[in-house]
């Protein structure tokens, strides 16, 4: 597996934040911010200047129309996939939300071939997470509608696509979790329970250990699966609610199935808005959605039920508990992962380029992330103390004595949340 | 005779599961390759110089949808299009984009790309014909 200090994985890094593939100004990056958890969401890209590669629709003539929707990408961060062919690009598109990249090398993996992009069916050539790129430049790099390789773009080559997959491979966990985690507060272990029930919340069925692949026990090759949960059957989506042209998305394949990708679930607290569609804004109403008509009325829903003999039924308290495991398996994914940046820049392990010194910004990001994982649940009061005392560390002094006052901070707060063992 | 019937039937049914079988196939969802129009020929990362044969049109047989083309190693490979098959027309050399194309624009002379990465591996996903 890619570490993070790995020579071609820092090529990797340096091209999917710099390398422009002689198109139009946007990178990997560009949708993908490292500081913001390698997606983008509204209130993210309303700190963004108009000059930004994003906002390309709307200063670049070229790709005035047909492009983007600049409203709906600015409201409710959608972006134009032209997923069923380039033929008629007045109404043959979808809109789509942007996926993070986080722990896909958990995911990307499947005993029906390697799932990239939300239906899984995301790239050209040999469909790999590898390929993915060639896919993107294309799409979303293009200096004009014609998009003619070598002149409104450059493909990416071999090397530079060994690089980028070693680098989105050495994002997020690089293995699933192993449910149940000893959580110390009672509303999260309860969350816990109820989302590994097969009787309850049965979210573990499809998100085994949290992750993205099948539980084996109920589809017998497990890996990472396609189902159509009815996200598209949502009333009041709000793209919807506006007058912007949003045509259904059909999913996988060409005509497409109607049938999506299962997404990680450790990152998804703090990677809103949800499903492929950005249709909603909170990981409580993320998890509603399984109780509600869209869903139940679907196809997922009745396999569920063949499954395990009930469709899924939760109240409120259930809602919010599942919620709330979520949120505290994400906020200690961020502490993991702040601890990993702090340590690296410590041991100066990361190879010398100008991501280095980003780490420690890198850092605070993560603990902001979890600070805000935990706050908007009203969650671990005492871990979010430990998480500011972390940050007033790292943003007092800066230097190596102050990352190894925070990393000491860090295990307060995980600790607070989790039974585990120091490693100092 | 009551057995030369059963084995009719048999048979009869062995057809009816082997047409359901190829319709199957025809209709194999392409997924999302649609970029892949876009890429020139013998360049599609992964797939060309891997799973895919290259070489000039030879002869183009409309009786059965088949292409037999000449490969760099001057040995010869017949192509048989499906109904699935997606057929791309490279138009880098004439500076033009790239667009989908027709059984007809295969013509003998040009160069061509089938690629047979696609789960039933003896069917050709798509074929990329560039046009002079």
């Not at chain 1, 209130?43 to 590669?53: G, Q, V």
């Not at chain 1, 996926?99 to 790239?123: E, K, Q, R, Y």
């Not at chain 1, 009203?378 to 560390?393: E, N, S, T």
């Not at chain 2, 500076?95 to 790309?113: C, F, S, V, Y």
Request: charged share 25%.
């Amino acid at each position: 597996m890619p570490q993070p200090q790995d020579k071609v994985v820092a090529l990797g890094r340096d091209l999917f934040f710099n390398e422009t593939f002689s198109g139009n100004g946007r990178t990997c990056g560009t949708c993908h911010r490292a500081e913001n958890n390698f997606t983008i969401d509204p209130t993210f890209i309303a700190t963004l200047p108009d000059n930004d590669p994003l906002f390309v629709v709307e200063f670049t003539p070229a790709l005035k129309k047909n492009f983007e929707n600049p409203r709906l990408l600015r409201e409710f961060g959608l972006i134009t996939e032209n997923l069923n062919g380039f033929n008629d690009l007045d109404s043959n598109f979808t809109l789509r939300g942007v996926p993070h990249t986080l722990g896909l090398s958990n995911s990307v993996n499947s005993p029906a071939g390697p799932h990239t992009g939300w239906s899984g069916d995301g790239a050209p050539g040999d469909a790999t997470l590898r390929s993915f790129a060639t896919g993107a430049v294309i799409q979303h790099f293009t200096k004009t509608l014609n998009r003619m390789a070598g002149i409104d773009f450059r493909l990416p080559t071999d090397k530079e696509l060994d690089a980028l997959e070693a680098f989105q491979l050495s994002l997020g966990l690089h293995k699933d979790l192993q449910l149940p985690l000893q959580l110390k507060s009672p509303v999260a272990f309860r969350g816990e329970a109820i989302f590994n029930d097969p009787a309850t919340g049965k979210c573990g069925i499809c998100h085994f250990n949290a992750g993205a692949n099948a539980d084996p026990a109920f589809f017998k090759d497990g890996g990472n699966l396609n189902f159509n949960t009815g996200v598209e059957d949502l009333p009041d989506q709000p793209a919807h609610l506006t007058s912007e042209f949003d045509p259904p998305d059909d999913g996988f394949g060409f005509p497409g199935d109607g049938t999506f990708n299962v997404p990680p679930l450790v990152e998804a607290a703090d990677t809103g808005p949800f499903f492929h569609n950005n249709s909603v804004s909170t990981i409580e109403g993320a998890v509603a959605f399984y109780d509600g008509e869209a869903f139940n009325n679907s196809s997922a829903a009745k396999t569920l039920a063949k499954l395990t003999g009930s469709q899924i039924e939760l109240d409120a308290t259930q809602i919010v508990a599942i919620a709330a495991f979520l949120r505290v398996i994400n906020a200690l994914e961020n502490i993991r992962q702040s601890q990993q940046l702090l340590n690296s820049f410590i041991s100066r392990e990361i190879l010398g380029n100008t991501e280095f010194e980003k780490l420690v910004q890198q850092a605070v990001e993560e603990i902001h992330d979890a600070t805000n994982d935990l706050r908007s649940g009203g969650l671990h009061p005492k871990a979010v103390d430990h998480l500011q005392k972390a940050l007033r560390h790292i943003e007092k002094r800066g230097g190596e004595k102050s990352a190894r006052d925070a990393l000491l901070e860090l295990d307060n707060a995980r600790e607070d949340m989790i039974e585990f063992n120091r490693t100092k | 005779m009551n057995a030369m019937k059963k084995m009719e039937v048999k048979l009869k049914l062995f057809h009816l599961i082997l047409s359901l079988l190829l319709l199957v196939l025809c209709f194999e969802a392409r997924s999302q390759k649609m970029t892949e129009v876009f890429i020139p020929i013998g360049k599609s990362p992964g797939a060309s110089g891997k799973t895919t044969k290259m070489g000039k049109v030879e002869s183009v047989k409309k009786q059965d949808y088949s292409v037999t083309m000449t490969l760099d190693d001057q040995t010869k490979a017949t192509i048989k299009i499906e109904k699935s098959t997606a057929i791309y027309l490279d138009k880098s050399i004439q500076k033009q984009p790239n667009a989908r194309g027709k059984w007809e624009d295969i013509k003998p002379g040009l160069l061509m790309e089938a690629n047979y990465s696609n789960i039933n591996k003896s069917t050709c996903e798509w074929i990329k014909v560039q046009v002079k």
